[in-house]
């Protein structure tokens, strides 16, 4: 196995070099700026005509006829096909198919790992595709430079298991911009490394007049492995063409967003009052071309101080005109890339895809606010939809979810700014600064952006340029925590010299009894074995679904989990490889565990076809006592959606509908069934397991489910959580479980019925009755110890203490239910002191509460919270707080009034 370092491959002249090149008189150079070397069929070209080697030169001046993007997109397809290559739409921007990132990022991300590594052949060889994309790493740049987009198209050609490579590859990409008018005294071929997913190898970035349409990479090895490379034995053409520099280079617009959303941005300019500045624009984007706007504040001072220079221009009167530009650039991209993320399923919360949802509208609508123009969110997003919606029609049919998902993000925006204000001040006032760290945590915690921030202390505030970028990055964790993946691991096995179990369990899940060869014994941490079988009917934990149990020639299965293609049973007993052994299974749990499952999917169903197709699976676990799903949804569920929800489940169960499982090829189940097939996370396999409820639900599953949904019997929904911002769950039990709950109910009504010596048709107007007259009593009892207190009060005014330094000191007890109502008894009493301190006790329950005040000179002789501290160490508790307010408590009530009595005397004593 010949593993070689980066250094050594991609410094090579034949990595490189291909034969069109060298049939054609293509010559290599070496970059006078940079020092990377290209290729260009100049002999005399120096530079590899990149920024910041050379400058945009096709602003204003484009080398080709003006074209938009629906006809680049269908120019491009239609050039592939006729070349041998089949068109295959495109995949989400939400990558559910993969566990290890959040987001298509570029168009190679939907054919890995499974289809790069040859386990699954390609939907087809050679293909093109124009795949919509999304990125977070140049947030920060976004409306900037005029380049970066969050959300763009990658059309895209591929080629797998070695149909063609390097030579066919450059030839088709050259061809490609022949085709489209580029000359190629203006084609620049410039050398590069790409890597990713687990795959690299070298590349050629084609640059056009100082714009890098395309990268052409050819992917030949797998790693890297400790900074070294394998060479993949079937290789891949990887290549990406930015459909928006495509239209952008055909245009010569000022920047890319003008020469994308044009008709959006005369919108945006005449609605906020802006002039469209466009010879400024173009001189800055070619001179931000040059730089990482993201990199820090001096960069953008260095363009602005040469485009200053170059026009003749003051720089303060470049950034006026330029930073309200840049908003409208940021919002047509951002709103662009919402609509996109939200079509495709996201939702947005506090967490992963829904994270960086949430950032982005929330960003357009401080932007749009910053305009003057912040009630036209909506009506924009509408406009985007109309415009993507001929080829994208799936963006239409999901318009009224992405509208109203948006609306109720507007409001929990204002809702968030409304208390924010009040955090903010107090940071503010508390620190007398704000830290990065600040505000990463006012945005993570409270959703407060940096502008926010700097309205709310009306102080100027050091924002680092790549803010953004950073969060979205911290927030962009590959992992889909929500989707089960709930195999124990519990035994570090390598399983590769072993067959594979056979799952009997799939063959036939109503077998409750087998035999099985004891293949190996493997030892146990615990009392028992780890049984290796040769077949199993015990399914094992995994896909949210608990562990079958049973017997294995009459001893306690206690786990079952599954590493590889080999099942392990944890098993009570000795056991000795090459016996015979009698598998029984607990038939009452596994029932009732495919019942649950196959109820999971039915809900599934029930709910995306009430809410709409932004529901997704986010958590799942099936028990033996009831199962729970989570799923994507940004509004809480009333009683009357519950109740309609049952009511779809029970239909569907009581239709008594087929429940098919069959194995499918993966590229075949995904051109049936589309990707919702992914609701339970991602699924490995050339071949993939899939569950259909008969007209209603279909989706990828490894668990066991029963034959017609009549088995899965009566179903009830026990409990509905919010457990994070847009995600509910909902707790659920089916079959006899579901019975056992109802009848749980029934015994918990009866039993009120008895202690309220009421008959069952009168237990609301009974407990009604006993509600009003305990808030009778209440009103009577607050009404009394308010009388009591005010007694209190007296005899504390009338043993007023006056230190030796002239500072007065109320103190005593009072009865008080909690720390407000003490601290409200103690600010009534504060008020009648210029100088004063305040210490009050209660006894609530059996456990003591101490709050202290003090103000004016009271504060510069005594600190309310240590003395709170140190009368409440004397009763076993703990308090604190400021100079001004302390609050503590301790479990010896009883010894209250004698420690609080002599304190004050001490104190007194010693000033």
């Given at each position: 196995m010949n593993m070689l370092r980066k250094e050594e491959l991609a410094s090579r002249r034949e990595q490189y070099e291909v034969e069109m090149f060298r049939e054609e008189g293509w010559v290599r150079r070496k970059c006078a700026k940079c020092g990377k070397y290209f290729w260009t069929i100049d002999p005399d070209r120096n530079d590899c005509g990149e920024p910041p080697c050379a400058e945009y030169s096709f602003i204003g001046n484009p080398p080709i006829r003006k074209m938009d993007w629906n006809e680049v997109r269908e120019k491009f397809l239609s050039f592939f096909e006729r070349r041998g290559h089949e068109r295959v739409s495109r995949y989400p921007v939400v990558a559910r198919w993969r566990d290890d990132v959040l987001f298509t990022g570029a168009s190679i991300m939907c054919f890995q790992p499974w289809v790069t590594s040859g386990e699954v052949d390609p939907p087809a060889n050679p293909l093109v595709i124009s795949q919509p994309c999304v990125r977070f790493p140049d947030l920060d740049?976004?409306?900037?430079?005029?380049?970066?987009?969050?959300?763009?198209?990658?059309?895209?050609?591929?080629a797998f298991n070695n149909v063609y490579f390097k030579d066919e590859t450059v030839r088709l990409g050259f061809e490609w911009l022949k085709s489209i008018g580029v000359k190629e005294d203006d084609i620049v071929f410039k050398e590069d490394w790409w890597e990713g997913g687990g795959n690299a190898g070298p590349d050629h970035e084609v640059i056009v007049r100082g714009l890098e349409l395309a990268t052409l990479v050819h992917m030949a090895y797998e790693g890297p492995v400790n900074g070294r490379y394998l060479e993949m034995k079937n290789k891949v053409v990887d290549t990406g063409y930015g459909l928006n520099r495509h239209v952008w280079i055909s245009k010569g617009s000022p920047t890319g967003y003008d020469a994308m959303f044009p008709k959006l941005l005369k919108y945006l300019r005449a609605e906020s009052g802006l002039d469209f500045p466009s010879d400024l624009i173009s001189e800055y984007t070619k001179v931000a071309g040059k730089y990482d706007l993201s990199g820090?504040?001096?960069?953008?001072?260095?363009?602005?101080?040469?485009?200053?220079?170059?026009?003749?221009?003051?720089?303060?009167?470049?950034?006026?005109e330029v930073t309200p530009q840049e908003m409208v650039y940021a919002i047509s991209d951002h709103t662009r890339a919402i609509i996109f993320m939200l079509g495709d399923g996201v939702v947005p919360s506090n967490a992963r895809e829904g994270y960086l949802a949430r950032l982005l509208i929330r960003r357009s609508i401080r932007l749009l606010k910053s305009l003057g123009i912040e009630d036209l969110l909506i009506e924009i997003i509408s406009k985007r939809i109309s415009e993507v919606k001929d080829p994208f029609p799936e963006m239409l049919d999901m318009e009224d979810e992405i509208i109203e998902m948006i609306s109720h993000e507007q409001k929990k925006y204002y809702a968030t700014i409304k208390k924010g204000r009040e955090i903010v001040k107090r940071l503010y006032s508390k620190k007398g600064k704000i830290t990065r760290e600040d505000l990463e945590k006012l945005y993570d915690s409270h959703g407060l952006l940096p502008e926010e921030v700097m309205e709310f202390t009306g102080k100027k505030i050091d924002v680092p340029e790549d803010f953004l970028s950073k969060i979205a990055e911290k927030h962009s964790s590959s992992s889909r925590e929500g989707q089960e993946q709930t195999r124990s691991k519990k035994v570090d096995l390598d399983v590769k010299k072993y067959p594979k179990t056979e799952l009997l369990y799939y063959t036939d899940p109503y077998l409750k009894e087998v035999n099985a060869l004891v293949i190996d014994v493997l030892p146990s941490e615990n009392e028992g074995s780890v049984l290796i079988l040769d077949r199993t009917i015990f399914y094992p934990e995994g896909g949210g679904q608990e562990a079958d149990t049973g017997k294995i020639n009459g001893r306690k299965v206690k786990h079952v989990e599954k590493v590889g293609g080999v099942v392990l049973h944890l098993v009570e007993g000795k056991f000795s490889p090459g016996e015979v052994v009698k598998c029984q299974l607990d038939w009452e749990r596994r029932i009732q565990l495919m019942r649950h499952h196959t109820a999971t999917h039915i809900l599934l169903g029930a709910l995306r076809r009430k809410f709409g197709k932004h529901i997704w699976q986010a958590g799942a676990h099936k028990s033996e006592n009831y199962a729970r799903l989570d799923v994507t949804h940004y509004l809480p569920l009333n009683k009357d959606e519950i109740r309609e929800i049952e009511d779809s489940c029970n239909r569907v169960i009581m239709e008594n509908r087929e429940v098919r499982t069959t194995w499918m090829e993966r590229n075949e189940a995904e051109?049936?069934?589309?990707?919702?097939?992914?609701?339970?996370?991602?699924?490995?396999?050339?071949?993939?397991?899939?569950?259909?409820?008969?007209?209603?639900?279909?989706?990828?599953?490894?668990?066991?489910?029963?034959?017609?949904?009549?088995?899965?019997?009566?179903?009830?929904?026990?409990?509905?959580?919010?457990?994070?911002?847009?995600?509910?769950?909902?707790?659920?039990?089916?079959?006899?479980?579901?019975?056992?709950?109802?009848?749980?109910?029934?015994?918990?009504?009866?039993?009120?019925?008895?202690?309220?010596?009421?008959?069952?048709?009168?237990?609301?107007?009974?407990?009604?009755?006993?509600?009003?007259?305990?808030?009778?009593?209440?009103?009577?009892?607050?009404?009394?110890?308010?009388?009591?207190?005010?007694?209190?009060?007296?005899?504390?005014?009338?043993?007023?203490?006056?230190?030796?330094?002239?500072?007065?000191?109320?103190?005593?007890?009072?009865?008080?239910?909690?720390?407000?109502?003490?601290?409200?008894?103690?600010?009534?009493?504060?008020?009648?002191?210029d100088d004063g301190l305040v210490i009050l006790g209660a006894r609530i329950g059996e456990k003591a509460r101490v709050v202290s005040l003090s103000k004016g000179r009271a504060k510069s002789v005594f600190h309310a919270g240590e003395i709170v501290r140190e009368i409440c160490s004397k009763l076993s508790g703990g308090g604190g707080g400021s100079k001004e307010k302390g609050i503590g408590g301790g479990p010896k009530g009883h010894e209250l009034p004698r420690v609080i009595e002599e304190y004050v005397l001490r104190i007194c004593e010693g000033s």
């Open positions: 740049n976004v409306g900037k430079t005029g380049r970066h987009f969050t959300m763009f198209e990658m059309m895209a050609h591929h820090g504040r001096s960069n953008r001072t260095k363009v602005i101080e040469e485009v200053s220079l170059r026009l003749d221009m003051d720089p303060k009167e470049v950034e006026m051109r049936k069934y589309g990707f919702v097939l992914y609701q339970g996370g991602a699924v490995p396999g050339r071949k993939i397991r899939v569950v259909e409820i008969e007209d209603w639900d279909i989706e990828a599953c490894g668990g066991t489910h029963v034959h017609r949904t009549g088995e899965v019997g009566f179903f009830k929904i026990s409990r509905v959580d919010r457990i994070q911002d847009g995600v509910i769950r909902i707790e659920f039990k089916v079959g006899p479980k579901a019975v056992d709950y109802i009848r749980e109910l029934e015994d918990t009504i009866e039993e009120a019925v008895s202690l309220l010596n009421t008959k069952k048709e009168d237990l609301i107007q009974a407990l009604s009755k006993k509600i009003s007259d305990l808030k009778d009593t209440k009103k009577k009892y607050a009404k009394l110890m308010s009388e009591i207190n005010d007694l209190l009060l007296e005899e504390i005014r009338d043993k007023k203490i006056t230190t030796k330094d002239g500072i007065n000191i109320f103190y005593g007890l009072i009865h008080a239910e909690n720390d407000k109502e003490m601290l409200d008894l103690a600010e009534l009493l504060l008020k009648e002191l």
